[in-house]
T-cell receptor, first 113, second 115 residues
Framework: RKEVEQDPGPFNVPEGATVAFNCTYSNSASQSFFWYRQDCRKEPKLLMS???SGNEDGRFTAQLNRASQYISLLIRDSKLSDSATYLCVVNGLASGGSYIPTFGRGTSLIVHP | EADIYQTPRYLVIGTGKKITLECSQT?????MYWYQQDPGMELHLIHYSYGVNSTEKGDLSSESTVSRIRTEHFPLTLESARPSHTSQYLCASSEGEVGDMKTQYFGPGTRLLVL
């Protein structure tokens, strides 16, 4: 089982739609969580951190459920420019006592007119 | 924009050659990372560093080596390139203490093709 699992998609939605992505992680000692966005042939860029109480940034809402080891990202009122791959990142305890990030494979979103 | 740079951006090289991929950042971050990413696949951590003279192997075994002699510089070396090394290599840096994890900033990547 992969440490961080995401539905690869693609999710193909019309402009204005609401879309939700899920991510599950296996390391219960994980401490911090992030959503990154990666455009085709570009480097990943931080979209938002994910906090236990849930957090919102404009049209984007992130939720964390530690008990179920589950993270979600909700995008409201989708724009064409939201088309990208969304990466779930979990910071987990590795052997040796250090925390290192583990990336999911990403969920592909295509927003069409 | 993040102040993290990678050179070269693209490299085509023959089997058996020694190559060094450069990564530098001007943000004063202690933590630096190297990832390998194949098209359509997830990023795999191959090396990381918590500071000068600190280097660790990541969760993906790699024949490459790294060094961290200066805070701002984290080069990756392949002593003898092979076609199986063909991939995109992404460098990143972040703030934070050893037991902490902050936002990572990524360089633009180096696309390596070994013939």
């Amino acid at each position: 089982r992969k440490e961080v699992e995401q539905d690869p998609g693609p999710f193909n939605v019309p402009e204005g739609a609401t879309v939700a992505f899920n991510c599950t992680y296996s390391n219960s000692a994980s401490q911090s969580f992030f959503w990154y966005r990666q455009d085709c042939r570009k480097e990943p860029k931080l979209l938002m951190s994910v906090y236990s109480s849930g957090n919102e940034d404009g049209r984007f809402t992130a939720q964390l459920n530690r008990a179920s080891q589950y993270i979600s990202l909700l995008i409201r009122d989708s724009k064409l420019s939201d088309s990208a791959t969304y990466l779930c990142v979990v910071n987990g305890l590795a052997s040796g006592g250090s925390y290192i990030p583990t990336f999911g494979r990403g969920t592909s979103l295509i927003v069409h007119p | 924009e993040a102040d993290i740079y990678q050179t070269p951006r693209y490299l085509v090289i023959g089997t058996g050659k020694k190559i060094t991929l450069e990564c530098s950042q001007t943000m004063g971050h202690d933590k630096m990372y190297w990832y390998q990413q194949d098209p359509g696949m997830e990023l795999h951590l191959i090396h990381y560093s918590y500071g000068v003279n600190s280097t660790e192997k990541g969760d993906l075994s790699s024949e490459s080596t790294v060094s961290r002699i200066r805070t701002e510089h984290f080069p990756l070396t392949l002593e003898s390139a092979r076609p199986s090394h063909t991939s995109q290599y992404l460098c990143a840096s972040s703030e934070g203490e050893v037991g902490d994890m902050k936002t990572q900033y990524f360089g633009p990547g180096t696309r390596l093709l070994v013939l």
